[in-house]
């Protein structure tokens, strides 16, 4: 059994994430170590083996919803410095390439095209009026004097200020970089899933493989798949029976 276990762990295989792929037991007798090999072992690694893979999927889905909350935002922030970015160069005479815009940037596009109806059309470096929120349900309104920087979230309460292309440039590729490692977080569950499968369905075919040896060799009351409560209970229904 243990030559067995040796070759299995050699020609493992993983993932690309280093996850490892479940062996499937072609050959019940061979793995367990001939028809007189003990199942005890085997079952308890295929067990401790199947809650490795259940744990690392809680620990992803866990990854993938906190990656499901942080894309929209960086999205959003994204969307809001392309915005300022815009402003910019237009308040400083720059061309600007028309791109088809987002349903939030068109709405920032119309509170500009509103700005420029009140009669502040030309006039660089005008205040900008927005709004800004102070809970879930209130908002205040709020006038920014655009410099050409804009500060950034970076975490622990640290914030700083980038110019607008190098905050697209970051904020481009920390998106990139979240949206893949969703899209690997969502390719391991699925792989984890599969691996959980095969375990369950090793599991079974060994504790099949037993009841039928034994049940050959007149032992099927002495099956290791019966618990200690069920045995006894079979014990105590054979001495009625004498």
Do not use: C
Request: aromatic share 6%; charged share 35%.
């Amino acid at each position: 059994m243990a030559t067995a276990a040796s070759s299995s762990k050699g020609q493992m295989e993983t993932n690309p994430r280093g996850i490892p792929k479940a062996p499937f037991v072609a050959d019940v007798e061979d793995y367990v170590g001939g028809k007189d090999g003990e199942i005890q072992s085997v079952m308890k690694k295929f067990e401790e083996t199947t809650a490795k893979y259940r744990y690392m999927e809680i620990s992803l889905q866990q990854r993938r919803k906190a990656l499901l909350g942080k894309i929209p935002d960086m999205e959003q922030t994204l969307q809001v410095v392309n915005f300022l970015q815009i402003r910019r160069k237009k308040s400083l005479g720059e061309e600007v390439e028309e791109e088809k815009l987002s349903d939030d940037e068109d709405d920032l596009d119309d509170l500009e095209e509103d700005d420029d109806d009140d009669g502040t059309k030309g006039k660089k470096e005008e205040a900008m009026k927005t709004l800004f929120e102070l809970n879930d349900t209130l908002y205040a309104e709020a006038e920014i004097n655009e410099n050409g920087e804009v500060g950034l979230w970076l975490g622990a309460n640290i914030m700083l200020m980038y110019p607008l292309q190098e905050a697209i440039d970051l904020l481009t590729s920390k998106l990139s970089t979240a949206k893949k490692s969703h899209e690997e977080t969502v390719e391991d569950l699925e792989f984890l899933r599969e691996q959980v499968t095969v375990m369950e369905v090793n599991f079974a075919r060994v504790h099949n493989w037993d009841v039928k040896r034994r049940r050959e060799k007149g032992l099927i009351g002495q099956q290791s798949g019966l618990l200690p409560s069920q045995r006894e209970g079979k014990d105590d229904s054979d001495d009625e029976r004498d």
